[in-house]
């Protein structure tokens, strides 16, 4: 499309220098001659009364929808990067909210953790007091045991001098 361009303005000059070009001895009839001249032209160099009204000629009309065409190419180039911006935007604010979800997640997981095993260490405890009361309690058992023994013998014997 770009090719256009050049031709275009090419043109464009060349019109304006034909128009434009002042009369090698200017005269009152010259000027009024020019003047009516340029009044029976529009910028597009068609007469006046050559084309229908309200239309513009087919050259104008494709320049017109080629000068559109490319600046929707623009704004939508134009767009599709503040587009695009925007979505990164976006994608990045998704992203660090799911972050920080992650955080407050990971801090509760680690508070659960830390709970567990504030737990077990206090089962451990638990479990070492339990065994030691175990050996304990088997100990007076067998203390027990040995001074129900002593007992049942000084009975025998205290029997034994009472005879």
Do not use: C, F, W
């Amino acid at each position: 499309m770009s090719s256009y361009y050049p031709r275009t303005k090419d043109l464009t000059r060349t019109r304006k220098s034909l128009t434009d070009s002042p009369p090698s001895s200017p005269s009152a009839t010259d000027k009024n001659y020019r003047h009516e001249r340029l009044s029976r032209y529009d910028s597009s160099g068609e007469s006046a009364t050559d084309k229908p009204l309200g239309r513009t000629s087919s050259y104008t009309r494709r320049e017109t929808r080629l000068a559109a065409l490319t600046r929707q190419e623009q704004d939508s180039t134009a767009k599709d990067y503040k587009k695009m911006y925007a979505e990164a935007l976006h994608e990045n604010e998704r992203l660090k909210s799911r972050l920080q979800d992650s955080k407050q997640e990971l801090a509760k997981i680690r508070s659960q953790l830390e709970k567990i095993t504030q737990r077990h260490d206090r089962i451990s405890e638990r479990s070492s007091i339990l065994e030691s009361e175990k050996r304990i309690l088997t100990e007076l058992k067998s203390d027990n045991q040995r001074l129900k023994d002593e007992n049942g013998a000084l009975i025998r014997v205290i029997s034994k001098l009472s005879k």
